[in-house]
């Protein structure tokens, strides 16, 4: 079986009057120390481009391109081997109305009379300029009501046979991608010195009905210094996940479909994904 060798997540290259989208994204991952995973010998390896697509596309590349299958959840397409495809129309999302606390600019979504709040990718560059460490993991989320399990799962057995995937040990549908050697992709991952980020997660749960991207990224900042930067009603803690990371969902133009961004408290501790080898199982 053909290891995957690369995770593509494929960004509509926007019209001019949005462009800065993109650029504080680009911008703001260029900071990262481990964005150059090139020469590690571990797959697969992540990488963010720029396509003239309509809606974010992510693209699971093997070696040898012997499969080619794909899903549409919501507007993310996601598979096996990607072909380029034409340019679509972009669909302008809900714009919100923009309001300010004594942190900066963030945004008021209402929809279905809900209310929602998220910044904008360039009011989260503006808070974590030059404060950022290393991607820790990208992920996509969604759930039953835009994907049916038996399609999930059918999607799921495709890349454990293709790549290192582990179990989340406390039982929550949250496999991740581990990067491995050729070796350890026959065999197992054994060797704790190497840092295996970035990682890949799915996350299957009936609390995503839309499609999300999701990026988590260790930071330079403890908590208190997170949370000061990501209050209410816009920051987001999780019960289960508090100590580690603060959450702020990020508001695109890419037809409906957001990203999630975890900011990740500075932590001298190893990283959990040999707990999730050794505690969770790998996934056949």
Same mark, same amino acid.
């Given at each position: 079986?053909?290891?995957? &060798?690369?995770?593509?997540?494929?960004?509509?290259?926007?019209?001019?009057?949005?462009?800065?989208?993109?650029?504080?994204?680009?911008?703001?991952?260029?900071?990262?120390?481990?964005?150059?995973?090139?020469?590690?010998?571990?797959?697969?390896?992540?990488?963010?481009?720029?396509?003239?697509?309509?809606?974010?596309?992510?693209?699971?590349?093997?070696?040898?391109?012997?499969?080619?299958?794909?899903?549409?959840?919501?507007?993310?397409?996601?598979?096996?081997?990607?072909?380029?495809?034409? &340019?679509?129309?972009?669909?302008?999302?809900?714009?919100?109305?923009?309001?300010?606390?004594?942190?900066?600019?963030?945004?008021?979504?209402?929809?279905?009379? &809900?209310?929602?709040?998220?910044?904008?990718?360039?009011?989260?560059?503006?808070?974590?300029?030059?404060?950022?460490?290393?991607?820790?993991?990208?992920?996509?989320?969604?759930?039953?009501?835009?994907?049916?399990?038996?399609?999930?799962?059918?999607?799921?057995?495709?890349?454990?046979?293709?790549?290192?995937?582990?179990?989340?040990?406390?039982?929550?549908?949250?496999?991740?991608?581990?990067?491995?050697?050729?070796?350890?992709?026959?065999?197992?991952?054994?060797?704790?010195?190497?840092?295996?980020?970035?990682?890949?997660?799915?996350?299957?749960?009936?609390?995503?009905?839309?499609?999300?991207?999701?990026?988590?990224?260790?930071?330079?900042?403890?908590?208190?210094?997170?949370?000061?930067?990501?209050?209410?009603?816009?920051?987001?803690?999780?019960?289960?996940?508090?100590?580690?990371?603060?959450?702020?969902?990020?508001?695109?133009?890419?037809?409906?479909?957001?990203?999630?961004?975890?900011?990740?408290?500075?932590?001298?501790?190893?990283?959990?994904?040999?707990?999730?080898?050794?505690?969770?199982?790998?996934?056949?």
């Amino acid at each position: 079986m053909s290891i995957i &060798k690369k995770i593509n997540i494929q960004l509509p290259d926007l019209s001019d009057e949005n462009k800065q989208d993109n650029n504080d994204l680009f911008m703001l991952l260029g900071q990262l120390e481990n964005v150059d995973f090139a020469e590690r010998g571990l797959f697969p390896e992540v990488q963010f481009t720029r396509e003239p697509i309509s809606s974010p596309r992510i693209s699971f590349i093997t070696h040898s391109e012997d499969i080619n299958k794909s899903w549409v959840v919501g507007n993310l397409t996601f598979g096996f081997n990607l072909v380029k495809s034409e &340019k679509g129309s972009i669909i302008e999302n809900n714009p919100g109305k923009l309001l300010k606390d004594n942190i900066g600019d963030y945004i008021e979504i209402e929809e279905d009379g &809900k209310k929602f709040y998220a910044l904008t990718i360039g009011q989260l560059l503006q808070r974590f300029n030059g404060k950022l460490k290393e991607l820790n993991h990208t992920g996509m989320n969604f759930g039953p009501k835009i994907l049916e399990e038996q399609d999930y799962l059918e999607f799921r057995k495709l890349i454990a046979e293709r790549c290192n995937l582990y179990n989340y040990p406390t039982g929550e549908e949250w496999p991740f991608i581990i990067p491995s050697n050729e070796s350890e992709f026959k065999t197992n991952i054994t060797d704790r010195s190497i840092n295996r980020n970035p990682k890949f997660e799915l996350v299957y749960s009936k609390y995503h009905p839309n499609p999300l991207i999701q990026v988590d990224i260790e930071t330079k900042l403890t908590e208190v210094e997170v949370l000061k930067l990501l209050p209410e009603p816009y920051g987001v803690s999780f019960d289960n996940l508090k100590d580690m990371f603060r959450t702020v969902y990020i508001h695109t133009n890419w037809n409906n479909v957001f990203i999630r961004f975890d900011l990740r408290f500075k932590s001298s501790g190893e990283d959990f994904g040999y707990w999730m080898i050794e505690k969770g199982g790998r996934i056949e």
